[in-house]
């Protein structure tokens, strides 16, 4: 392939979320970004603002004014029709939005449920091409949230020290494993930025965890007795039991999740501070590997943490994100039954060049200790 002698340049395009934030740049809007605002009862000259390539993204104007925009040279995305989210969204979702009971299209449901509803119903694995931009433009806002929030490059991710935690979304709130997981993140959480799946099972035993972490090891063990008590999403105090813990606890420590309407009958935890909830699983699952460059947890799991488990193996033999990041697998008895034999073995033989990063352990203060002491490093040259 013939290379360009001189790369052509690439514009730095800011966004601009709020109409105060627009009003300051006067009348040069070049190389901007203009995000879902509503200009309709803005009093500006349209024709004197100079706006070529400016991208305005699903914003309302007055009669008249997207035409001389795009005359003038600005790029119009229009807004989509009528949905239950909001393809132009600027910041990420929180428990308290998605979980909020609201009326749409005559169905009162909780925009979650109303969300994946609108999903399966519009066709989840084949849905028409308008639905599909909507969705892809939905996830590439999801993108750019979570980029405003711990950084678009991989220094700025590394100094936010994320940690993901994964493992199986069936675990009850009761068993060894959800124990184990939150007793970790609880610890973690004290000096890193704790990210999860955002389900239940390990997801939720990741983020409840992380977010008990500034009230104290007496206070986490009242949580998960309190949770306890609906140890499964199908028993009838499940939610209810959550509420009570987010009621006793309101200000958690800060804390993330990345779920997806892939997986929408699965309830999305309520101890995640943020949510970046995507449409596309595979743009989530990879996403939420690849920054969690301060290492991940694996703790008990089936095949789809089997799967992140060798996804993650892979980026860090081929150092897809430019670092080697510790790799803990929590839970002997799962990962290394006997010596010699299971995935940590596996992961062991395979992987000389990030062998060094990895762990398997059931102790919550080891794992943690391994994960301070073992930050994340450049790649071995090959």
């Not at 879902?36 to 000259?45: C, F, I, T």
């Not at 849905?127 to 220094?155: F, K, N, Y």
């Amino acid at each position: 392939m013939t290379r360009l002698a001189t790369p052509p340049h690439r514009r730095t395009v800011r966004e601009i979320e709020t109409v105060q934030l627009l009003l300051e740049q006067g009348r040069n809007l070049r190389n901007l970004a203009i995000q879902n605002l509503d200009l309709s009862s803005l009093a500006v000259v349209w024709n004197e603002l100079d706006v070529a390539d400016t991208l305005f993204l699903g914003c309302t104007f007055p009669p008249g004014a997207g035409e001389v925009l795009q005359r003038n040279g600005a790029i119009l995305f229009p807004k989509f029709s009528n949905r239950p989210y909001d393809p132009y969204r600027s910041g990420l979702y929180d428990a308290d939005e998605l979980n909020e009971e609201i009326e749409w299209n005559g169905r009162h449901a909780t925009r979650d449920e109303l969300i994946y509803d609108w999903y399966v119903e519009g066709g989840k694995y084949a849905p028409d091409v308008g639905e599909a931009l909507a969705q892809r433009v939905h996830d590439a806002s999801i993108d750019d949230a979570l980029g405003d929030l711990i950084g678009e490059t991989a220094q700025q991710r590394l100094d936010k020290r994320i940690v993901g935690i994964m493992g199986g979304h069936s675990q009850k709130r009761t068993s060894p494993a959800y124990l184990l997981a939150a007793h970790t993140a609880f610890l973690l959480a004290q000096d890193h930025l704790v990210i999860t799946g955002g389900g239940p099972g390990i997801m939720e035993a990741g983020n409840v965890g992380a977010f008990m972490s500034k009230h104290g090891a007496d206070a986490l063990d009242e949580a998960l007795e309190l949770l306890g008590s609906a140890p499964d999403p199908s028993d009838g105090g499940y939610h209810q039991s959550a509420r009570d813990v987010r009621q006793k606890y309101p200000d958690g420590t800060f804390n993330l999740s990345v779920p997806t309407w892939f997986y929408g009958f699965e309830p999305s935890n309520l101890f995640a501070t943020k949510i970046a909830k995507y449409f596309a699983n595979s743009i989530r699952e990879d996403g939420l590997l690849a920054i969690s460059l301060a290492g991940i947890v694996f703790a008990d799991g089936s095949a789809g943490t089997v799967q992140e488990i060798f996804m993650d193996a892979a980026q860090n033999r081929y150092a897809t994100f430019d670092y080697v990041s510790p790799m803990v697998l929590l839970g002997k008895d799962r990962w290394a039954p006997k010596p010699g034999s299971g995935i940590y073995a596996t992961l062991r033989e395979e992987g000389k060049l990030y062998a060094d990063r990895l762990c398997v352990s059931d102790s919550a203060e080891e794992v943690v200790e391994f994960i301070r002491t073992h930050p994340p490093r450049p790649p071995t040259p090959v």
